[in-house]
C-alpha cells in the first residue's frame, strides 16, 4: 500500500470518529444548487475536497458512479448528483472494516441482522421512483441510513421508520453528527422507531415508498397511504440476490383503485455485466469477487 | 496402577464397551454438531463442517501408518492422552467456535467470513482427531480380533446414535454437546477399569466435570454465546421486537420449537395488494410467529371474529372456495395452520388435516396458551387431524374430497440466507400430486399455491411441469387442457388448481373475475390465447441475465443488441403500450409472459425441446426419485458461475455440495497419499497388492456410506420426517452391520471362498433395492408409526447385516497376515472415501435420482469383489521385496 493512501486512508477512519464525541462544522453546508462535476475525476475530487470531503472516498464515489452509469443503475441526473453528494463512508462508519468497504458492490453487515445495500441495487431503486422536489417520501427499514440520505439530495420531505430500535437511535444519533458536521440536507430526513408496517399516518399520503425489509405481502396501510398514481418499490429475496418489486397505485376515472406489479425495468430483463473492482483508488480487475 | 493387557487376546467385556461408547460419542457429537449449526446458523454448514472433521480418522490413519512404531511402543498413553482430551476438547473447541460464527449470506462479499470458516473447520476438527486417535491405536492393537472391536464400535455407534436423538428431548441444542460429552466419559471410565487404571478413572472424571462446568459456567461469567443465533435468523428479528415474548418453547428431534408473540408479527401469505382497499377490517395482533430451529416464521393465525375474516379472500389459497360451497376439505400439511383456519371460515363442512410433525401437534393440542389462541383447532368437531404425512394419508384413503389444500405450507418464505436446502419434498412430487388428484370427488379441486419469488422463475416452473406430468397419470389423462386453472402475483405466489372433471365456461368465468379483482395475473386456463412469439427472446434474454458475453450497452446510443435501447422506466421518454382495445396497458413482466409460455408448451406439447433444454435453469419435475426443489444450476453451467456466484445466491446450498466434494475430494486424496509417499519404498515394500487394496476400501468406504445416506432420503418416503429416517438408518445400518461383523469371523478361514458370494448377495440385493424399495415403503407409509419403523428395520437388515461383512473379514485378514501398515492405511483409506460417498450422495441424487444412488452403492461392492483378493496376497520375504513396488 502507497504511503500517501495509508496516511489519508487513516485520516479519514479518524474523521469517522469511532467512540469520538461530535465534530465541529467542517463541511461545507448543502444547498440546491451544490452541483459536484460529472465531467472528469479530477474536477470531482477537487471539488469535493474543497466541500471538505476526503479524497481517498471521493475517489472510490467516482469509481463506483462510473460502475454505475455503466451498468444503467442510474440515468437522471437528479440521482446522478445525490450520488455523488451522499458519503457512504459515513453511513458504513460501523467498524474499520465495513468502512473501509463503504463504495464496494456488496451488501455490508451493519449489526442487527441488517444489512447496508449495495450501491448499484440503491441507484436503481432511487433513480427508478424518480423523486421529484417537494414529493414526500416514505422509507421502510432505515438501517444505516444511507438509502434517506439519498432521498434528502432529492426532496425536503424524506421519512423514514426502523422497526429495530436501538438501530433507529444509533442511524438518528449518525444524522445528528452529519448535521452538526455540515451536511445539513439530512435536515430533510424525518425519522421514526417503530413498526414500519403501519406507515407514518400523520404525514400521510406519499409520493413514492420504498420497503426495505422481508414481507410476505404488502402491507395494506402503506398502500392506503401511498397517493394515486404513486410508486412503491420493494427489493424481495435474499440479500445480494435481490429483485426489485414496483407496485404502482392507479385511480381508473370511476374512482376506482387499482395495482400493478411490475419489473423493476418494465419487463426488460439486464443482461449480467461485469462490475469493476476498486481497489485503494485504483479499478482492477473485471469483476468483484 | 496400569496393568500390561494383551487387546488380541480376550479383551474384557468392558474394553468392548468403552470402544462402543467412545465410538459412539464420535457420532453423538456429530449429530450434535449438526444440529448447533441448524439452530445458529444453516445446516448445510453444519454438514460440510463434520463432513470435513471426519478427516481426523484420514490424518490419525496417515500419521499412524508412517509412526507405526511409536505408537505401538507408546499405545497405552497414546489412548490415554487421546481419552482425556477428546472430552474437553469437545466442550472448548464448540464454545470457541460459537465465539468466531460465520455467516452464510457474507461468504462471497466480506473477505473476513472465509477466515472464520477455516476457524469453525480447524477447532471442530480437534476432538474428533482425538476420538480418532483413541480408535486409531485401539484398532492397531487389537487387529487380530478387529471383528469384535468392529462389533462393538459399529453397534455402539448406532444405540449411541440413537440415544443422542432420545437426548434431544431431554437437552436444547445449546446443551446438546452433553450428550457426547456424557458417553465419553462412560467410554472413558470403562477403558480406566478394563486397564485397571484407578487413577485414570478419578482423572476422566475429575475432566468430565470440570469440561461440564467450563460449559455451563464459562458462558454467563464471562457474557458468551453459548449457542450463538446468527442475527440473520427469522427467530433472531422476532428476539429483537420490543414487545416479543417467547410463549411456547420445546426440544425434541423433530426440531426446536419456539412460538413468539408480537405485534410487530403480521402475516397474510400472498395476499392481493387490492385488500388494502377494500378490506374494512384487518386484523390486528392476530398472529404468532411460529419458529423450527430459529427459522420461519410460520403464521400461528387466531382465532378470528366473522368480521375479521373478510380478507381470507384476498389469499390465494381462497381460490377452490370459490366454486365449492360447503366442501370436505383435506389440508394436506398443518404447518402453522393458516390453511386450515382459511377452510374453516370459508365454510367447509368438514376438515381433514395432516403434519408430519409430532412436535407441531403436541403444540397445538397440549399448550394451553396455542389452544385458547387458535380456539383449540386442532380438537375443534369439525377437524379431524391425521398425525403423519398427508401425501401418504392421500394414497391410502378411500375418502373422497372436494377440496385438496397444499398451501405455502413450509414457512412465511421470507429471504432465507443461503437460498434453497437441498431437502426431500415429497409432497409435491408427480406421484404425490396424482394420489392427490385421484383422492378428489369427481368435480373437486386440487389448489396448490407456492411462493413465486424468484426471477427467473425456478421453483414455480418445476412445479407446473410437476402437475401437468401427474394430470397425464391421472383418469387416462384425459382432457388435461380443460382442467387447470393457473393464477400468479408477480414476485408473490403462484397458485395451480387442478378440477379433476375439467372447469366449466362459467367456472372460468367467475374465476377469471376474482383473479381481476385481485389484480393477479392469469397464467392458464382453457382457452387463453399465448403468442408463442416471445418465448425466443425471453430464454435468451434469461440466458443473458447472467451469461452476457457480447459488448456492454452503451446507454447514451443504440447497440446492435438492443436498437434504440429503452430508456428504464421512470426516465423520460419511457414507453407506454396501451392494448389494442384501449385497456390500459398490463404491467409487462417476463416472468409472468414465461409462465404463460410454459403453460402453453405443457399443454400443448414441446415444453422439454421448446422451452426446458433452452432455458437457463433446470426445470425438471418433481418425481419420488428426484424430490427436490434446488439444484436449478444445470450441471454443465456449474463452472460458469464460478466467478458470478452473488448473482445465484439462493443456489449456494447446492453450489456448496459441489464445493464440499472438491474440498473432501482433494483432503482424502492427499491423506491416502501421504503414507504412500512417505514410504511407498521403504513402508510399503514389502506388501504386494497396494492398488487392489486401496481400491477395495475406498470402493467400501464409498459404497457403505452411500447407501446408508442414500437410504436415509429414501426412507422418508415411509417416516415421513427427515430426522426420524436418519436415526432408524444410523441405528439399523450400524447395529445390523456391527452384527454382520461379529458373524464374519465364523467366515475368516473360508474369505477366499466365502466373501465372493457376499459381494454378489449386497450387489443383488442393493439393485433389487434401488427400483423397487419406493412400493414397499410407499405401502409402509401408511401403516402405524411403530410397525412402520418395524418395517423399515426389516428391509435394512438383509443388506445392512451383509455389508457388515467386508470391512473387518479384509481388517483381520491384513492383522493377520502382519500388514500392519496397510491395516492401518486401509482404515484411513476408508474414512477419507466415506467423507466423498456423503458428499456424494446429494449430487448423484439431484442429478440422477435416488435409485441411482444406490445403485452406486452397489456397483461399489461389485467391483470390491475381484479387489479383495488383492487384500489375500500375504507379504512377501523381504529379501525379493526391497525396493520393488509391486503391483495388484
Known sequence: MKRRTFVSGTAALAAAGFGSPAVAASIKPYSWDLNPPTDTRENFIAWGKARGEDSVFLGQRWDRFQALLKNKDVWGAATIRAFLLTPREEFASISAAIHKRAYEHAFLDIGYGVTMSGPHIQGRMTNVIDVKRGEKVLEIGTGSGVQSAYIANLTENAYTIEIIAPLAARTRALYDKLIDKGYTEYKHIKTKAADGYYGWEQAAPFDKIIVTCGIDHVPPPLLQQLKAGGLMVIPVGPPGAQRVLKVAKTQGADGSITTSREDIYGGKIVPFVPFTKLDGDKIAGTHNR | ?888
Open chain 2, 1 to 888: 496402577m496400569t496393568v500390561s493387557v494383551d487387546l488380541d487376546n480376550r479383551p474384557s467385556l468392558s474394553f468392548y464397551l468403552s470402544v462402543g461408547l467412545v465410538a459412539g460419542s464420535i457420532i453423538a457429537l456429530q449429530i450434535g454438531i449438526m444440529r448447533v449449526f441448524s439452530v445458529g446458523s444453516w445446516a448445510h454448514f453444519g454438514s460440510l463442517v463434520v463432513s470435513l472433521a471426519m478427516f481426523g480418522f484420514g490424518l490419525t490413519s496417515a500419521v499412524m501408518c508412517v509412526g507405526k512404531g511409536w505408537f505401538e511402543r507408546h499405545w497405552e498413553g497414546a489412548v490415554k492422552g487421546a481419552l482425556l482430551a477428546f472430552g474437553p476438547l469437545m466442550v472448548v473447541c464448540n464454545l470457541a467456535a460459537q465465539q468466531v460464527p460465520f455467516n452464510a449470506i457474507f461468504l462471497i462479499s466480506d473477505p473476513m467470513q472465509k477466515w472464520r470458516l477455516l476457524a469453525n473447520f480447524v477447532l471442530y476438527f480437534m476432538p474428533f482427531l482425538a476420538g480418532a486417535l483413541y480408535l486409531g491405536v485401539v484398532f492397531l492393537k487389537a487387529q487380530k480380533t478387529f471383528n469384535r472391536v468392529y462389533f462393538a464400535d459399529l453397534v455402539g455407534s448406532g444405540l449411541c446414535g440413537l440415544s443422542v436423538l432420545l437426548a434431544m428431548y431431554f437437552f436444547k441444542p445449546d446443551d446438546l454437546i452433553m450428550a457426547p460429552l456424557l458417553l465419553w466419559l462412560a467410554g472413558g471410565v470403562l477403558w480406566f477399569v478394563a486397564m485397571g487404571d484407578r487413577r485414570g478413572i478419578a482423572v476422566i472424571v475429575g475432566v468430565a466435570v470440570l469440561s461440564a462446568a467450563v460449559h455451563y459456567a464459562a458462558p454467563p461469567l464471562l457474557g458468551i454465546p453459548k449457542l450463538s443465533v446468527s442475527d440473520y435468523k427469522g427467530v433472531s428479528y422476532a428476539r429483537k421486537f420490543p414487545d416479543a415474548q417467547r410463549t411456547y418453547e420445546r426440544a425434541s428431534p423433530f426440531g426446536y420449537l419456539e412460538v413468539y408473540s408480537s405485534s410487530y408479527l403480521h402475516f397474510a401469505p400472498g395476499q392481493s395488494d387490492n385488500a388494502a382497499f377494500n378490506v374494512k377490517k384487518m386484523p390486528e395482533n392476530a398472529y404468532l410467529g411460529l419458529y423450527i430451529d430459529s427459522e420461519g416464521p410460520a403464521g400461528v393465525i387466531k382465532d378470528l371474529p366473522a368480521d375479521e375474516t373478510p380478507y381470507f379472500r384476498y389469499l390465494p389459497m381462497f381460490y377452490p372456495y370459490l366454486l365449492k360451497k360447503d366442501p370436505n376439505t383435506f389440508v394436506v400439511q398443518f404447518g402453522g395452520g393458516i390453511s386450515t383456519a382459511v377452510a374453516l371460515k370459508s365454510g367447509s363442512r368438514h376438515v381433514t388435516v395432516a403434519e408430519g410433525n409430532p412436535a407441531l401437534l403436541t403444540a397445538f393440542r397440549e399448550d394451553r396458551g396455542l389452544r385458547a389462541f387458535t380456539g383449540d383447532v386442532l380438537n375443534n368437531p369439525k377437524v379431524t387431524v391425521i398425525d403423519y404425512d398427508g401425501r401418504l394419508y392421500v394414497a391410502g384413503t378411500k375418502n373422497r374430497y372436494d377440496i385438496i389444500d397444499l398451501s405455502l405450507a413450509d414457512s412465511a418464505g421470507l429471504s432465507s440466507p443461503g437460498g434453497f436446502s437441498i431437502v426431500e419434498k415429497y409432497s409435491y412430487t408427480r406421484e404425490a400430486m396424482s394420489a392427490y388428484m385421484r383422492a378428489l370427488t369427481p368435480g373437486g379441486i386440487l389448489s396448490v399455491t407456492l411462493w413465486n419469488k424468484e426471477e427467473p422463475p425456478k421453483s414455480v416452473l418445476k412445479l407446473y411441469a410437476t402437475m401437468v406430468a401427474a394430470a397425464r397419470d391421472v383418469d387416462g389423462g384425459k382432457d388435461v387442457a380443460q382442467k387447470f386453472y393457473v393464477v400468479s402475483s408477480y414476485l408473490s405466489t403462484a397458485t395451480v388448481l387442478y378440477k379433476r372433471d375439467g372447469f366449466t365456461p362459467q367456472e372460468v368465468a367467475e374465476l377469471n373475475a376474482h383473479t381481476k379483482a385481485m389484480s393477479f395475473d392469469e397464467i392458464y386456463y382453457p382457452g387463453l390465447k399465448v403468442d408463442t412469439s416471445d418465448l425466443k427472446q425471453i430464454l435468451s434474454d434469461y440466458h443473458d441475465q447472467f451469461f452476457f458475453t457480447g459488448e456492454q450497452a452503451d446507454p447514451t446510443g443504440p447497440s446492435e443488441k438492443e436498437p434504440n435501447d429503452k430508456p428504464p422506466p421512470g426516465a423520460p421518454g419511457a414507453p407506454t403500450e396501451a392494448k389494442a382495445d384501449g385497456t390500459p396497458p398490463t404491467a409487462k413482466v417476463p416472468a409472468t409472459v414465461l409462465g404463460r409460455l410454459a403453460w402453453h408448451y405443457l399443454i400443448n406439447g414441446g415444453w422439454q425441446k421448446e422451452v426446458a433444454d433452452n432455458y437457463v435453469f433446470d426445470t425438471r419435475i418433481l418425481t419420488n426419485h428426484q424430490p427436490y426443489f434446488a439444484a436449478y444450476i444445470k450441471v454443465g453451467d456449474l463452472l460458469k458461475f464460478t466467478d458470478r456466484l452473488e448473482l445465484v445466491q439462493d443456489e449456494w446450498g447446492y453450489l456448496l455440495l459441489w464445493a464440499t466434494l472438491g474440498i473432501a475430494t482433494i483432503f482424502a486424496l492427499t491423506l491416502v497419499l501421504l503414507p504412500v509417499i512417505f514410504g511407498w519404498r521403504t513402508i510399503f515394500s514389502r506388501y504386494p497388492g497396494k492398488a487392489g487394496t486401496m481400491l477395495y476400501f475406498l470402493c467400501l468406504g464409498l459404497g457403505y456410506i452411500i447407501v446408508e445416506v442414500g437410504m436415509i432420503s429414501h426412507f422418508i418416503l415411509a417416516l415421513s420426517n427427515a430426522t426420524v429416517s436418519a436415526s432408524v438408518l444410523i441405528t439399523g445400518m450400524l447395529v445390523f452391520s456391527g452384527c454382520g461383523s461379529f458373524f464374519s469371523e465364523r467366515y475368516l478361514d473360508r474369505a477366499r471362498t466365502f466373501m465372493p458370494k457376499v459381494f454378489l448377495a449386497i450387489f443383488a440385493i442393493l439393485a433389487l433395492y434401488a427400483f423397487t424399495i419406493d412400493y414397499a415403503l410407499d405401502w409402509i407409509g401408511t401403516l402405524p408409526y411403530a410397525l412402520r419403523i418395524a418395517l423399515c428395520m426389516l428391509l435394512l437388515f438383509p443388506p445392512a447385516f451383509l455389508m457388515g461383512f467386508p470391512m473387518p473379514t479384509a481388517m483381520t485378514t491384513l492383522g493377520r497376515l502382519g500388514k500392519d501398515h496397510m491395516f492401518l492405511w486401509a482404515w484411513g483409506i476408508n474414512g477419507c472415501f466415506s467423507v466423498i460417498g456423503a458428499a456424494l450422495v446429494p449430487i448423484v441424487a439431484t442429478s440422477f435420482g435416488l435409485p441411482a444412488v444406490v445403485l452406486v452403492g452397489a456397483f461399489a461392492y461389485l467391483i470390491a469383489l475381484p479387489a479383495f483378493f488383492s487384500v489375500l496376497m500375504p507379504l512377501q520375504p523381504q529379501a525379493t521385496g526391497v525396493g520393488r513396488p509391486s503391483a495388484a
